[in-house]
Each structure stands twice: as C-alpha cells, then as structure tokens.
C-alpha cells in the first residue's frame, strides 16, 4: 500500500465512524471506484458494487479471507478460507430490464442498487419491502391491466427475487459449509462490505496506534510516520520496543 493510500484510507475510516452501514459500504465503494461520484455509486447493480469490493479487499489486505460461523448443530465455531478472486473476477451483473412472467403476472424490472437499499432501509418500519419493490419494478401487469408493484403476491416476488440473483449472482455471497465436528451443514452469507469495513476499522486503530508510539520516541509527524514503508516503520517500533 503506497503511503499516500495510506493516508486516504485513514480519512476514509475517520468519515466511516460515524457513518451508517450503507454510508461506510458508499466510502469504501469510493476508494474502489476513486472518481466517481455518489450518485453514479448508488445507481449501481449490487452485485457489481461488491464484486468491486471484494477486488479493493484483494489490493488492500489479500485475496484470502478468513470466514466465521458457529455450526447451527453443535454450536462449534467453524473457520473456512475464501478467496477473493472467485468473486472479484466474476462476470459483470445483467443491468437490466428484467423480466418475469407467471400465472397471468408480467413484471419487468431492474437489479437492486446501494441506492434502492438506503431508501429502503430509511422507510417507515415495516415498508422496506415495499419501497424497495416500487423502486425496482418498471412495469406490472395482471391479465394485461396495470397493476401498482404493491400488488404482486408473493410467488411472483419469490421469482422475482430468483431472477435478479441470477441475473446478478455477486449480489448474495452465500457459502456452503460442512462442520468439521459433526458433519452439519451451514450457510453462510458474505456481506463484503462489512468485513471489510471490520478490517479497515483494524487496520487504522493498529496504524495509529504505530503513529503514536514513532511520534513520541523520535517526534515525528503523521505524515513522515505514514511515509515510511512498513518494513521500515516495524523496525523502529523494534527499536523502541529494546530501548
């Protein structure tokens, strides 16, 4: 990580905290897509926004990933790896319009973006749904009359939900895990966004932290701290540590 990244990626962390869980995914999309504005960001398919994230975690902190979930059968904490690339490198989402069709129901429609999640998430208690099926659906029918996105019943949503997770597969990480203590099988979902934000979160408090100490024993600024390569920075810590 080059030092000038270093520093951005602190400010990033410092604008995150007090961010909600859809404000930090919209920061860390920023440093994956430097340049682009919000709005571009949450017009965004799901799946292309965390395909883009799961690549940033690759540059940042590995492709190797460490997953954690406690067994649904015997309670053990299970540990597997999973590898970045497999989604980073993942064919780009269908941007739309979608199409369903079934038992007299027609519904053309789009895949959800960071933008249709944040309305959602801002609707009345009970609505999210709601909001986020107006804010998707193009166009619905029922026997050739127009009908609001409101009515469509739930097999129509359920396939409807099949279709954009095809169309946008990256948009729902889901891992197939066997317990190595009893067999049982677990599924686990990967939200990319808030892994990462948990390791940026570790990251900074673990490089400021490092700040501190260089600053106290030698009185050097932030800026002369983070420009040092971290081989270099571990050595003086050492230092410090023997001193």
Do not use: K
Request: aromatic content about 6%; glycine content about 10%; proline content about 7%.
């Amino acid at each position: 990580m080059e030092p000038t990244g270093q520093a951005a990626l602190l400010a990033t962390w410092e604008a995150g905290l007090a961010a909600g869980r859809t404000g930090r995914a919209l920061l860390l999309h920023t440093v994956a897509r430097p340049g682009a504005g919000a709005e571009e960001l949450l017009a965004v398919p799901l799946g292309q926004r965390d395909a883009e994230l799961f690549g940033l975690r690759a540059e940042l902190f590995g492709e190797r990933l460490a997953v954690r979930i406690g067994c649904p059968g015997c309670r053990e904490e299970m540990e597997f790896a999973f590898d970045a690339g497999q989604v980073a490198g993942a064919a780009p989402p269908v941007t739309g319009p979608l199409r369903v069709e079934l038992d007299g129901w027609l519904v053309g429609f789009r895949p959800a973006t960071p933008g249709d999640l944040a309305a959602a998430e801002q609707a009345p208690e009970g609505l999210a749904r709601a909001v986020l099926l107006e804010r998707c659906v193009l166009t619905a029918e029922h026997d050739g009359r127009p009908v609001s996105a409101r009515q469509l019943p739930e097999p129509v949503q359920r396939r409807m939900a099949e279709a954009a997770s095809a169309a946008d597969p990256c948009a729902d990480v889901r891992l197939n895990l066997s317990c190595p203590a009893c067999g049982g099988q677990a599924l686990a979902e990967l939200d990319i966004a808030s892994y990462l934000w948990e390791e940026l979160d570790d990251w900074a408090r673990a490089t400021l932290l490092d700040v501190h100490l260089l600053a106290a024993a030698y009185g050097w600024s932030e800026t002369e701290i983070l420009a040092l390569t971290p081989l270099r920075r571990r050595y003086y810590l050492e230092l410090c540590a023997d001193a």
